[in-house]
């Protein structure tokens, strides 16, 4: 889509017929800039090639470039909904939910209820935080009845435990998210078996790298995009 003065204005855009893309900005003739200001605006990239929502134009006395809105300053549909875990969830799911903030709390060394709460809704993928590891796998998700207390209780039964694990659910909260036999455990037999990491120097290696613990995936060098569960960012 390209954009070309408006002949109701010159500082109005107006799309282009024909859907042509394009990267630079259209001048008016009849503008009372100089040549050199003229040239200035012709030879300016847009920082987008097409019309977006986002992007504002504004003129006070000649044309401007859009200013550009970041789409993080933008409040998410889920946001301005205020959609949280005990807004949307049933009941009976609202109450494992809470349960599984007061198990966080209990086990977890120095952590509050309201950062547990942050934390699990991080771990089961509300919010753009909890997207960035499980890419759609996991959205507006539930915990399961004690899934949570698993979690916690098998790191603590390989050593993981005070600040160790305090660190590990404030870094990577969803390995409490994690299936205890179909990730957790797979990832620490892999790590004891293949790379020989026994007692505290497993509990070290998972404080300093805690994603380890979500990895179920190795392209073994040929990358195939997965790079948040590979094994190869080990």
Not at 112 to 129: H, T
Not at 186 to 202: H, R
């Amino acid at each position: 889509m390209a954009l070309i003065p408006s002949s109701a204005s010159p500082c109005a855009f107006q799309a282009a017929p024909g859907g042509v893309q394009t990267s630079r900005l259209l001048v008016p003739a009849s503008t009372s800039s100089s040549n050199s200001t003229r040239r200035s605006y012709l030879g300016t990239r847009c920082r987008h090639s097409v019309l977006q929502p986002h992007i504002h134009f504004a003129c006070q006395s000649g044309p401007r470039l859009p200013r550009y809105v970041p789409c993080s300053q933008a409040t998410s549909p889920a946001t301005a909904a205020g959609d949280t875990p005990l807004e949307a969830l049933s009941p009976e799911q609202q109450s494992v939910w809470k349960a599984s903030v007061q198990a966080v709390v209990d086990t977890v060394e120095g952590i509050s209820p309201e950062e547990a709460e942050d934390k699990l809704q991080q771990a089961f993928g509300w919010g753009p935080r909890g997207n960035k590891f499980w890419r759609g796998r996991k959205v507006k998700e539930a915990p399961q009845e004690g899934q949570v207390s698993s979690a916690l209780e098998y790191l603590k039964s390989v050593g993981v435990a005070g600040p160790d694990l305090a660190k590990i659910v404030k870094t990577f909260p969803e390995a409490l998210a994690c299936s205890v036999d179909g990730q957790l455990k797979e990832s620490v037999k892999k790590l004891e078996g293949e790379w020989k990491l026994k007692n505290q120097i497993l509990v070290k290696a998972l404080a300093r790298q805690p994603q380890v613990l979500g990895y179920d995936y190795d392209c073994e060098g040929s990358c195939q995009g997965e790079c948040n569960r590979c094994w190869a960012r080990f």
